[in-house]
């Protein structure tokens, strides 16, 4: 995984001089996911992440393509397996005024989870009950869209929330949103 974030940074930054190195918080499936036994909800439990991007006009329009590509950490999680996530964004912008953009398109995420093979026993209503941990990894792919607005304070800063709408062909959507800093090199 890291050699593939290896060779895309360079080559995305070499293919414009508008590149942009991204940092902030991913909260996947925020709204909908469970984060303690008290029933709490995931809303504001930011991952962090780090992503390279790169600026492409579209000529005659006044739209840019913003492919993206990023990882992110979300370490080992307490039932102790560890989760990655990898995503490359096809976004187009249109520029709504010179200093906000609006950002959409599609995106894949690949999603890493591995563990030891271990049980762990886990609350279960009244009782308690064994649940297996992963013993290899696996990983899964989807496909999202993406609905974002990105605000630029100057020429090289610019800060941006961005929304993944994942299964968005079936009835079981689950939405996935991020807030990063971007900075233009």
Same mark, same amino acid.
Do not use: Q
């Given at each position: 995984m890291l050699r593939i974030f290896s060779i895309l940074c360079c080559l995305m930054i070499s293919l414009n001089?508008?590149?942009? !190195?991204?940092? %902030?918080?991913? !909260?996947?499936?925020?709204?909908? /996911?469970q984060k303690d036994e008290a029933g709490g909800k995931n809303t504001f439990s930011f991952k962090p992440m780090i992503a390279i991007n790169t600026v492409m006009p579209i000529p005659a329009i006044n739209h840019v393509f913003l492919p993206e590509f990023g990882i992110v950490a979300h370490g080992t999680q307490t039932d102790e397996? @560890? @989760?990655? /996530?990898?995503?490359?964004?096809?976004? !187009?912008?249109?520029?709504?005024?010179? @200093?906000?953009?609006?950002?959409? %398109?599609?995106? /894949? $995420?690949?999603?890493?989870? *591995?563990?030891?093979?271990?049980?762990?026993?886990?609350? #279960?209503?009244?009782?308690?009950? %064994?649940?297996?941990?992963? #013993? =290899? %990894? =696996?990983? *899964?792919? +989807?496909?999202?869209?993406?609905?974002?607005?990105? $605000?630029? $304070?100057?020429? +090289? +800063?610019?800060?941006? $929330?961005? /929304?993944?709408l994942f299964s968005w062909l079936k009835s079981a959507r689950k939405l996935s949103y991020s807030l990063s800093y971007t900075y233009y090199l």
């Open positions: 001089s508008h590149s942009m !190195v991204t940092v %902030g918080g991913y !909260v996947p499936f925020g709204l909908s /996911t397996y @560890k @989760k990655t /996530t990898m995503f490359f964004l096809l976004d !187009v912008g249109y520029l709504l005024t010179e @200093k906000l953009l609006l950002r959409y %398109g599609l995106g /894949t $995420f690949l999603t890493k989870i *591995s563990g030891d093979g271990a049980i762990v026993t886990l609350p #279960n209503g009244t009782t308690t009950r %064994g649940f297996y941990r992963p #013993n =290899e %990894g =696996e990983t *899964s792919w +989807n496909t999202t869209l993406d609905l974002g607005i990105e $605000f630029a $304070f100057d020429a +090289n +800063n610019a800060i941006r $929330f961005e /929304t993944y």
